[in-house]
């Protein structure tokens, strides 16, 4: 079972290397080899992995805190840790057979996924027939399996279901279309599929997920009971903050020998204006992170009662993650300003992370536009009309 706090620092003790690779791997588009590596031995992509294949079988919060420890040192790292571990989360709510099917035959497997229904399927006897093209799969470099959302349509095109299949690699090809200002490594690339078969027991239902009607047998295993929305949205901030931390990290360290030009300072820690800009940016930072643990504790309190939340308490959880991903972006632009235009220099960290992060937060599921807005009609008992998952 899992060790949170052992977990987290494995994470940082991988720092230095993500971060002396971070700048490699944007370059090339492609997180390390030797980076890979580093974070499987240290079983981070494990985290949410069942304990009966060896896995950590943790919940949300220690998901949250590792894939914000790893992108303390590469965001890209970070964001493929996260997302390959939620979508083992996913794997873990299918059927034991299927689960045996991909960690029973290899516990190191990693999956990648697009949930979103960009494919098409119909049904065949014993399975569907998939066909389909999925953009922005994170990790796609990495993964042996795919999870891949589409619509069941009937004979006359009509849709009858929305639905989620596990597709190994082998019935699967990955196209080189990861061209972006940040988050350059995480190899989100487009995933196409033609008329592949799918097993019935490697495929979910959209609806049963999202009322928790997940089909695994293993009931007693309490991560596996989190609410399907709240899950996949939290997965994607833990990212983000850790970049935060690392802006953060970045104008402080520098501050005690840089310079301001145009004043008296020698240093830019001498600076009250600076030391008050400074002292800002971090509250937000932190801010962040405590909105973020609310969200994420409250997932797994659902979950240990074996309860899905309402959607109150859903639209909620929605708002935190998205004003946490908009605090973190403000704030490393407040760092940004602070630090000055040598930020920006290509040998600088900081552009990078400015970059990645600003990449990473404006996810549909983190801006805050529609999540306040969902949140402002749970407050005020108006009915949801505008978001289709919460």
């Not at 052992?6 to 230095?16: D, I, K, N």
């Not at 997180?31 to 949410?48: P, S, Y």
């Not at 969902?374 to 005020?380: C, N, S, T």
Request: with cysteine; charged share 20%; glycine share 10%.
């Amino acid at each position: 079972m899992s060790d949170r706090f052992g977990l987290v620092s494995c994470a940082e003790a991988l720092r230095p290397l993500l971060s002396s690779n971070a700048a490699q791997g944007a370059a090339e588009r492609r997180i390390t080899d030797t980076g890979i590596r580093a974070l499987a031995e240290a079983g981070l992509f494990k985290v949410t992995l069942p304990a009966r294949y060896g896995g950590h079988e943790a919940g949300i919060r220690t998901l949250l805190e590792v894939a914000a420890a790893v992108a303390h040192g590469d965001g890209a790292a970070g964001w493929v840790v996260s997302l390959a571990n939620v979508c083992g989360w996913i794997v873990a709510l299918c059927p034991g057979r299927t689960q045996d099917e991909v960690f029973g035959a290899d516990p190191e497997a990693r999956i990648c996924g697009s949930v979103a229904p960009a494919g098409s399927g119909v049904a065949a006897e014993g399975g569907v027939r998939l066909s389909g093209r999925w953009s922005y799969v994170s990790g796609s470099l990495h993964a042996q399996w795919a999870l891949l959302g589409f619509n069941l349509v009937d004979e006359n095109g009509e849709i009858v279901d929305g639905r989620i299949a596990l597709v190994p690699a082998t019935d699967y090809a990955v196209s080189d279309t990861w061209f972006m200002a940040g988050m350059r490594a995480t190899g989100s690339n487009t995933v196409t599929a033609e008329d592949v078969f799918v097993p019935a027991h490697r495929v979910l239902s959209r609806a049963r997920l999202a009322e928790g009607d997940y089909p695994t047998e293993y009931e007693d295993e309490v991560p596996y009971r989190s609410s399907w929305s709240p899950m996949l949205r939290m997965a994607l901030l833990g990212p983000v903050l850790g970049m935060g931390r690392a802006a953060l990290d970045h104008v402080r360290d520098a501050a005690g020998t840089k310079g301001m030009f145009g004043t008296v300072f020698t240093r830019q820690a001498d600076s009250a204006g600076f030391q008050m800009q400074l002292a800002e940016a971090a509250l937000r930072i932190d801010t962040a992170h405590l909105h973020a643990r609310r969200a994420a504790d409250d997932i797994e309190e659902y979950a240990a009662r074996g309860e899905q939340p309402a959607f109150p308490a859903r639209a909620r959880m929605r708002a935190d993650m998205s004003l946490a991903a908009s605090q973190v972006v403000e704030a490393i632009n407040m760092l940004l300003n602070v630090h000055g235009s040598a930020g920006f220099a290509d040998a600088s960290a900081l552009q990078r992370i400015w970059q990645d992060a600003n990449v990473a937060a404006r996810h549909a599921s983190l801006l805050p536009g529609i999540s306040y807005e969902v949140y402002g009609k749970a407050l005020l008992g108006v009915t949801n009309d505008v978001a289709t998952t919460v």
